[in-house]
Structures are given as structure tokens and as C-alpha cells.
């Protein structure tokens, strides 16, 4: 078992022992979006805790669970052998009790572009509580969809820090998917290890920046996948070392495209993204996705903006202190430091740019 000694007794005694405390979690808090229903239940199975979330998405234009968070949730309930209540379209309360005795080789079928790297947010931690490898494939889906990762930035960046606290999923790519129809097939194994933690406070020297280009097949033709490094290469102008870069057309059900640019330091590293859309030129894409790189690099901080939230729940489920710099701390990041800290014991400490985790 890999989650804190505290909540390693799965006997019937200390699973009855954490029934009988309910974790309650205001999904208005702060930021207030779907991190909380992903964070909150992938802590609730690795601590093996029930969670109650009410208020789910409240002032968001469409409030309440959709249908691209049920597929997370039903995965991790699968996972192992929870049980949810209100685990439906539109429903603005839930319920989870977390079992024991779940599966380790799970199907997750999205019949919409629904972001695969969300549901990886909530599986990678959670596959923690467990000794034996997690099996996950997602038939359907988009790799690289709005309002979340792309596949090559979790890739490069998110499994950076993670493989260096002691965990390194393996991705296999036999397609990607775009907005609309998705249709992605990708098969993502977790081998829990012991966590370890993590201190990226200063960023050492620069050793490589890197374009990642990627686009569906049909498009490469037009070079679609070029042009995008041809408009970052640009926009990123004189860098004290020339970027490298590297293409990859996918078979795909729908035209899309995504571009990467990453920097990697001698103790971590700082990306950026960048997503394509119907009438935006490729030049586009890429030119605002270094744009974007540019604004991380010349932070000094060792981690971007969207790093910096994605990385919390490693760093309380790590044996010790962490400590982190980040560019911004983000209504994000202090919303899901909130929702850790209802599960964990310890707690976050923000000083300046620095955020640094104390256990209890």
C-alpha cells in the first residue's frame, strides 16, 4: 500500500472506522469549476474516505456535473469498487463511498471529445492506494480538447515532475481525437511506486527548449504540423538555445491540431500549449502558444501557471515536504489547495511565489 499510514488499514474495523467521517466539500468554494469534483474524489478513493460535494459547478452557465466528469467518476469508482449517488447529468450534489475490491484494468468509453487528460487527473493519484499496475484504455475522447491539457503537455511536462516523484505512466497513442467527434484510443499503464518529494525552487540551467507539433493525418497535406513550429519559431526569437522540434501526425476522426513548446532546466520544467480551431491559421496556433512559453520562461519560476495547481495533490500524498516555485498562484491552485486540505493531514503555506507543503 502506497497512501499515508494513517489510511492504510483497509481491514473492516478501518474502513468502518473512515465511513464514519464524511468529508463535506462546498463545490462553489473559490474557483469553483470541475477540479473540485475531480481532486475531492480521486483524495476520497486513495484515502479511502467518503466525500459529499454540494454545489457542484454552482455559478457556472450550465451548473452541476456533465457528462465529461461522470466518465472520470465512474472510472475511479470501477477502480476501486466505490459507490456513487447523484452521479448523473446535471446533478449539483454527489456522493461517493470508496471501496476496496475494484478491477485494475478499466475501459473508459467517451463517446464525446471529452478530455482524456482530465480523466487522467483524477486516475493517475488514485491508482496510488493500490500495489498492483493500472490498466487504463480510453476508446473515445479528445487527447487535445479546450479547457485542458493536451496530451503532449501532459506528457512532457505533467509526467516530468510525477516520474521524478516516483511514478512514470507509459502512454501508447493509436489515435488522437479532436473536437468534434473525438473517437481517441490510448492506453495509459500506472505502476505505483513509493512517492517521493519534490523540490523545484530554483530552476538550474537551461539544457533544451522543445516544439511538439502535432496534427490528424488528413492535415498534413496543407503542413499543418510544420507551420504550427514554424509560427512558434518565430514568435520565440533569439532563446539562449535554438529549439528543437518534433512532428507527429495521428490517424483521427476530426481535423485538429496542438502545438507544445517546453523547456527543460538541470531541475525542472516550464511549458506552454497552444490548441487548433476551424478559420485559425497554423502560424496562429503555434505563434500563440510560444507567446504564451515566453511568459513562463521569463518568470524564473520553476513551474507555470497551470503546472502549479496540477501538481498540489502529488505533493501532499509524497512521504515528507515539498516545495515549489510557481509564475502565478491561480484561483485554481488555491481552490484545489482547499479541497487537498480537507483530506489530508497537513497543510499548504503560500509565501510569495513559493508554495510549500507541511504534513502533519
Given amino acids: 500500500m502506497l497512501y499515508p499510514e494513517w489510511a492504510r488499514d483497509d481491514s473492516r474495523e478501518g474502513m468502518r472506522l473512515r465511513q464514519a467521517s464524511v468529508v463535506e466539500i462546498d463545490g462553489s468554494f473559490g474557483e469553483g469549476g470541475g477540479q473540485i469534483v475531480r481532486t475531492a474524489s480521486s483524495l476520497a478513493v486513495v484515502t479511502a474516505t467518503p ?14 456535473l456533465r457528462l465529461q466528469h461522470l466518465h472520470g467518476l465512474r472510472a ?15 446533478s449539483r450534489e454527489l456522493a461517493f463511498s470508496p471501496g476496496h475490491a475494484g478491477v485494475r484494468e478499466l475501459r ?3 463517446p464525446t471529445a471529452g478530455s482524456i487528460t482530465l480523466v487522467l ?3 493517475i493519484p488514485a491508482a496510488l492506494r493500490f500495489t498492483e499496475p493500472v490498466t487504463v ?4 475522447g479528445g487527447t487535445d480538447t479546450a479547457m485542458s491539457p493536451t496530451l503532449d503537455y501532459l506528457r512532457h511536462v505533467l509526467l516530468w515532475f510525477v516520474s521524478r516523484m516516483g511514478i512514470a505512466p507509459q502512454i501508447e497513442v493509436a489515435r488522437r481525437g ?3 467527434r473525438g473517437g481517441a484510443e490510448i492506453l495509459v499503464r500506472i505502476i505505483p511506486s513509493r512517492l517521493g518529494t519534490i523540490n523545484a525552487v530554483e530552476r538550474g540551467a537551461l539544457r533544451r527548449v522543445s516544439i511538439v507539433s502535432s496534427a490528424a493525418a488528413v492535415l498534413r497535406a496543407r503542413r499543418v504540423a510544420e507551420r504550427q513550429i514554424e509560427g512558434a519559431t518565430e514568435a520565440l526569437g533569439a532563446l539562449p538555445l535554438a529549439p528543437d522540434s518534433a512532428i507527429d501526425y495521428s490517424p483521427s476522426r476530426s481535423a485538429g491540431s496542438a502545438v507544445c513548446v517546453v523547456a527543460e532546466f538541470e531541475n525542472t520544467v516550464v511549458g506552454a500549449d497552444g490548441l487548433g480551431a476551424r478559420g485559425k491559421r497554423a502560424e ?3 505563434r500563440e502558444a510560444a507567446q504564451a512559453f515566453l511568459r513562463e520562461f521569463e518568470s524564473t519560476a520553476c513551474l507555470d501557471r497551470h503546472m502549479a495547481d496540477q501538481i498540489l495533490p502529488y505533493m501532499a500524498l509524497a512521504d515528507g515536504e515539498s516545495a515549489v516555485t510557481v509564475s502565478e498562484i491561480t484561483a485554481h491552485c488555491r481552490t484545489n489547495m ?8 497537513g497543510r499548504f503555506e503560500v509565501n510569495g511565489n513559493l508554495i510549500r507543503w507541511r504534513a502533519a
Avoid: H, T
Wanted: hydrophobic share 40%.
Fill in 76 to 90: 475511479l469508482a470501477e477502480l476501486c469498487g466505490g459507490v456513487f449517488s447523484g452521479d448523473e447529468v446535471g
Fill in 284 to 286: 496562429e496556433v503555434g
Fill in 338 to 345: 482547499w479541497v487537498i486540505e480537507r483530506f489530508m493531514p
Fill in 137 to 140: 484504455r480510453f476508446e473515445g
Fill in 108 to 110: 473508459v468509453a467517451i
Fill in 51 to 64: 466525500c459529499r460535494i454540494f454545489n457542484i459547478r454552482q455559478g457556472r452557465r450550465e451548473p452541476g
Fill in 178 to 180: 479532436y473536437y468534434p
Fill in 121 to 123: 487527473q483524477s486516475l
